[in-house]
């Protein structure tokens, strides 16, 4: 959510912070800005909209080799060129940027505007600038320091300064913040991936921090000022992997991607036949009397699969908790509750703060994170990376297989730690995880009509998924995912709760999706498609290969390969995940950038 690049260095800024910025269009914006200093003059470009306006904006060339960047998810204040980032002071000494909330804006803007204060925006990120302007004194550091103390909230920030050509501070608290470590040029962004294709080299800011970034190097402080030895960190992948490599949308390179994250996910951790997760050694399952769950969207959704595993295989009471509810509802956590954190991005708000919650109350963190270093890495006791590589698209796909993957490992892990399973079967469990990859391919060939079905069926206005225990928790997810990218109405019911009222909702030509892969609950769920069939709706039905009789009852099907049942979500997720690509793209709707939303939720 947002997007912060900052460059200093010996090359012309504009070009490398547009460059940036649309590396960072995935994030979700709706304005965006520049700007660039230029011998100890700041000029600021900001536009509503997307950045190629911008750029249109700022036309011909804008001189100078520093400056900052910024792509704006609207939240105080509407989307328009006066409320887009950066914001600069009125005497044209600062300009900033701004990631999070300021929850004492108000206070603070009634304050300077006392003091004379001139404020034209709506935006709660002005009042920085202002009291920048406000506390400054010739002293940079000191300045930001001072302003920053008096900020309470989450937030990330860049700022430049008209009196220091070719420096910048970053500023990191509760949002993400990175360095990217050049040679004569250094950057700072929300994320790697804005300045990849220039340096792999990255320092992680940690909460409390700033830095001072010029040309020739970067001084990191603590929230008090003294200086810290950065830790560098070298980023593993290259640009080449945020690119769309041939596809017309990243969503759709990432579905296919899936086989090949998986095996990032999986392969490393299965030695000599068993599960071998690294980091989880002085984690002793023995003094775990109950598994929280807890995460937001499509985290959540992983959660509600890893609960019907975990508390098969373990025998431990399991929840799936949704993070802004969890930090909220007084919850009963002691050291004999396991909480597993789930996040791709390892910033989401609401997840960080359950977390912070579990932590008070004793509770051991277990984090589920693709994001190396990223804030909920740091908060957890434990880590799990799932190494599924840049997700790009805002619509989750492998970033969320890559999570299921990751709880049916820790689930069989944890299940031969406790003896809840037999060494034989804990042997065929973990070769049919590593059998998953294969799976997920076999259902990208077996996922071939359903271009030809979201052709058929992409006018519906409103439609339902159905499904039982696993099944139903996969229909959580695929209900989001269409949602997400095609505006469509869905909803996700447990197919048993057909009767206890859902039912009333069905009316001829409706459509359903039933998700019938679940062996053992197989026969019940026909039977819902029976009782909604009987009310006139159209049926697409997803069942497990060699299904033949499903003709016999659903409107399409679409096959999926067998694995061991408790592990199908993985598999037949895919179909799912292909069918909102394509009924989207039939509908015209900006896939990858879905309106409204934004990839990395770092504000409650």
């Not at 550091?141 to 309470?152: D, G, Q, W």
């Not at 109950?290 to 959660?303: D, F, K, L, N």
Request: net charge negative; proline share 4%; hydrophobic share 40%.
């Amino acid at each position: 959510m947002c997007g912060i690049i900052g460059y200093t260095g010996k090359n012309n800024a504009r070009e490398i912070l547009i460059e940036g910025l649309h590396r960072l269009e995935y994030r979700g914006y709706d304005s965006a800005g520049v700007s660039v200093l230029d011998g100890g003059v700041i000029t600021t470009v900001k536009s509503q909209g997307r950045i190629d306006a911008l750029d249109e904006k700022i036309g011909g060339t804008l001189p100078g080799t520093s400056g900052i960047g910024h792509t704006r998810w609207a939240t105080h204040g509407a989307p328009t060129d006066k409320n887009a980032h950066p914001h600069a002071s009125a005497d044209g000494k600062f300009a900033i940027v701004h990631n999070g909330i300021i929850e004492n804006y108000e206070s603070l803007r009634a304050e300077l505007t006392r003091h004379g204060m001139e404020f034209r925006s709506e935006t709660d990120s002005e009042v920085v600038v202002n009291l920048l302007a406000y506390y400054y004194d010739g002293d940079l550091k000191n300045t930001v320091m001072k302003a920053t103390s008096r900020l309470e909230g989450s937030y990330a920030l860049g700022i430049v300064c008209a009196d220091f050509p070719g420096r910048l501070f970053a500023v990191r608290s509760m949002s993400p913040l990175i360095i990217g470590v050049g040679a004569g040029e250094n950057y700072f962004a929300s994320d790697v991936t804005a300045f990849i294709s220039h340096t792999k080299n990255i320092i992680h800011m940690e909460d409390g921090q700033f830095a001072e970034v010029t040309p020739g190097g970067i001084t990191l402080y603590d929230a008090i000022g003294r200086q810290v030895e950065p830790v560098y960190e070298k980023v593993t992948w290259d640009a080449e992997a945020a690119e769309k490599g041939g596809y017309e949308h990243f969503m759709l390179k990432e579905i296919m991607e899936q086989p090949r994250a998986l095996e990032a996910t999986i392969n490393p951790r299965i030695h000599g036949g068993k599960i071998t997760p690294e980091g989880l050694e002085a984690l002793d399952m023995e003094n775990i009397d109950r598994i929280v769950i807890t995460a937001c969207g499509s985290a959540y959704h992983a959660g509600v699969v890893g609960k019907y595993v975990i508390e098969e295989l373990c025998r431990i009471p399991t929840t799936a908790e949704l993070a802004s509810e969890l930090r909220y509802s007084s919850p009963i956590l002691n050291e004999r509750t396991l909480v597993i954190a789930i996040s791709q991005s390892g910033e989401t708000a609401d997840t960080l703060a359950a977390m912070r919650e579990a932590k008070k109350l004793g509770a051991p963190v277990l984090a589920i994170v693709n994001v190396v270093g990223s804030s909920v890495a740091v908060l957890a006791d434990y880590v799990l990376y799932t190494w599924a590589g840049p997700e790009i698209a805002v619509a989750t796909t492998k970033g969320y297989t890559t999570q299921v993957a990751m709880l049916d490992m820790f689930a069989v892990w944890a299940a031969g730690k406790l003896g809840t399973v037999t060494p034989e079967r804990e042997a065929e469990l973990t070769a049919a995880i590593a059998s998953l990859p294969a799976s997920v391919q076999r259902a990208i060939y077996l996922s071939s009509n359903v271009e030809e079905i979201a052709e058929r069926n992409y006018r519906h206005a409103s439609l339902f998924f159905i499904g039982r225990n696993i099944d139903y928790a996969s229909c959580l997810e695929a209900s989001l995912k269409l949602k997400e990218v095609s505006y469509i109405h869905s909803e996700a019911y447990a197919a048993g709760e057909l009767k206890h009222g859902t039912i009333a909702l069905i009316s001829p030509e409706q459509l359903v999706i039933a998700v019938a892969c679940y062996g053992a609950l197989r026969d019940k769920t026909m039977s819902n498609i029976q009782q909604v069939k009987a009310r006139g709706a159209n049926v697409i039905a997803v069942a497990r290969e060699g299904d033949r009789t499903m003709f016999a009852e659903a409107d399409d099907v679409i096959f999926v390969p067998g694995t061991e049942p408790i592990f199908m979500a993985v598999p037949q997720i895919i179909p799912m995940q292909l069918l909102a690509y394509y009924v989207a793209r039939e509908n015209g709707c900006d896939i990858d950038k879905p309106k409204n939303l934004a990839k990395s939720v770092t504000v409650e």
